[in-house]
């Protein structure tokens, strides 16, 4: 058995027996291992930073998690079929896990596969953007997806993965955040998430797609940007980033296997009643211009529908949008 697998059993072990004593001739008996197998990787999860003290006549017990994304943490108890159960890679430090995931499915890395990283050195945004990654303070990771889809109903995917940012952040942190058409989750109209969907695509249909995502978490609001803020800002307490990840995980999974059933319809009426522009006044910038309208709906492939002064529509696939504050809402 890999070094990983033992250490996420010994772990699933002990977050089973939460504050109680089992000696190691338990969890050796139950786990299949030897004791001295047991003793290896109980000093190898120390070195990680888990802090699990032993009592002569008590035995072991986990006393402190070290607040890391170790994939073998990560995938303890997230109940999916796909995501996060293939490898979790884990980096202390990557440029962009974007990157990194889009080389592993170039090398035939299946669905489900994960890159997380503590920091990125060169996190990137849409539109040729940065995304600032403190060190420990965020969840910065990227998902390996293969859907059988035609390349432009890409942008679904991006919704459906913020509608399960979104309902994990309610679920764990109490705070009920919004989404702004196409990639943001914000809060009070600041970003606390953003995601980047990358993909490779044969002519029409998709090959792999790469969903990066990252939230900050704990992040020291004087390192982010004026137009950003965290979930600790937000909550005024420090947010546990792996049980917060678990949730998107799971949730995201969910959300993911309802699109394939079901199509995006009953995704896209959630995403709607999520938005913080539809039915509200907003400037669409595109690449070297911008207009002004009415944001009218979101389609079945995830386009933002604008209506114009002059009563035209138009499908927007990409592109940064704000509310027009100074014009009342129609
Ligand atoms: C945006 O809001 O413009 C998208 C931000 C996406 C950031 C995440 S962090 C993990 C993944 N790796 C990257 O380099 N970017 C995405």
Redesign the pocket.
């Known amino acids: 058995m890999k070094d990983i697998d033992t250490k996420r059993q010994i772990l699933r072990f002990f977050y089973e027996r939460k504050n109680k004593y089992v000696s190691g001739e338990e969890i050796s008996a139950s786990l299949g291992f030897s004791r001295a197998s047991l003793w290896k990787h109980i000093n190898k999860l120390r070195l990680d930073g888990y802090l699990i003290e032993a009592v002569p006549h008590l035995g072991y017990t986990l006393k402190a998690a070290p607040d890391k994304m170790y994939g073998y943490d990560v995938g303890i108890g997230l109940g999916t079929d796909i995501i996060g159960k293939q490898k979790i890679w884990h980096y202390e430090s990557l440029e ?4 990194t995931a889009y080389e592993l499915a170039e090398k035939g890395e299946p669905e489900g596969t994960l890159v997380v990283a503590e920091t ?1 050195t ?6 040729g ?1 940065k ?1 600032i ?1 403190p060190k420990n303070g965020g969840i ?3 998902l390996i997806l293969r859907p059988e889809m035609e390349s432009d109903k890409v942008p679904v995917i991006t919704l459906v993965a913020a509608v399960s940012v979104q309902k994990a952040i309610k679920k764990v942190c109490g705070i009920s955040a919004g989404i702004k058409w196409p ?2 989750i914000l809060i009070g109209g600041k ?1 606390v998430c ?3 969907t990358e993909l490779k695509a044969q002519p029409d249909m998709v090959d792999f797609l790469i969903l ?3 939230i900050n978490v704990n992040t020291e609001i004087k390192k982010l940007p004026p137009e950003a803020t965290s979930l600790k800002n937000e909550s005024s307490r420090s947010v546990s980033r792996i049980k917060l990840m678990r949730r998107v995980l799971t949730e995201m999974e969910k959300d993911y296997q309802k699109m394939k059933n079901e199509g995006f319809m009953p995704i896209r009426e959630e995403c709607k009643k999520l938005s913080t522009i539809l039915n509200k006044q907003i400037t669409v910038k595109e690449y070297n211009s911008e207009f002004e309208g009415f944001a009218k709906d979101i389609d079945e492939k995830g386009a933002l529908i604008v209506q114009k002064k002059d009563g035209t529509r138009k499908r927007v696939f990409s592109g940064d949008v704000c509310r027009d504050r100074s014009r009342p809402a129609r």
Not at 96 to 99: L, M
Not at 122 to 127: A, D, I, S, W
């Open positions: 962009s896990t974007n990157n990125q060169l996190g990137k945004g849409r539109l953007r995304w990654s910065y990771f990227s990639n943001d970003k953003g995601i980047l990066g995502v990252g």
